[in-house]
């Protein structure tokens, strides 16, 4: 796993000679405390524990943190983790007319393949404009 490696800002380790290494955050991005969280529980114990929703409140919530964990795990370069993302966001059916387009969009801004046909085909079979 080659975690916050990369020639890009986000990728810079900021530290002088007896302190501890600073990872910045995306600037342009509101990441979430979950998405943190996530990152740096899966870089210690390889394990990701997907969100869980009942509501459709719930599911909002679930969605934007996975997005955002999307996103991290993309600028930081952790890709079994951003398909552990994907994967929950599939399972969870958080694809649904009225959050097909952004996700769509994060989907193909961080490279996700995958989510991104999966939304296009869902907007295919239930014809969503």
Known sequence: MTAFAGDFQEGIVVATEG?????????EAGTSAFA??????YVYTGKFTQPT??????AS???EDLLSLLELSNIWDVPELKEQAV???VELRLVR???????LERAEACQAAD???VCRETKAQ????
Request: include cysteine; aromatic fraction near 4%; glycine fraction near 0%.
């Open 97 to 103: 007319v009225e959050t097909c387009e952004a996700v």
């Open 36 to 41: 943190i969280k996530a990152v740096v529980d």
């Open 53 to 58: 929703c009942s509501t459709t409140e719930e």
């Open 61 to 63: 919530v679930a969605l």
């Open 115 to 117: 989510l991104a046909q």
């Open 19 to 27: 302190e501890l290494p600073e990872y910045r955050l995306p600037r």
């Open 126 to 129: 239930n014809n969503w404009t």
């Open 87 to 89: 994967k929950a966001i």
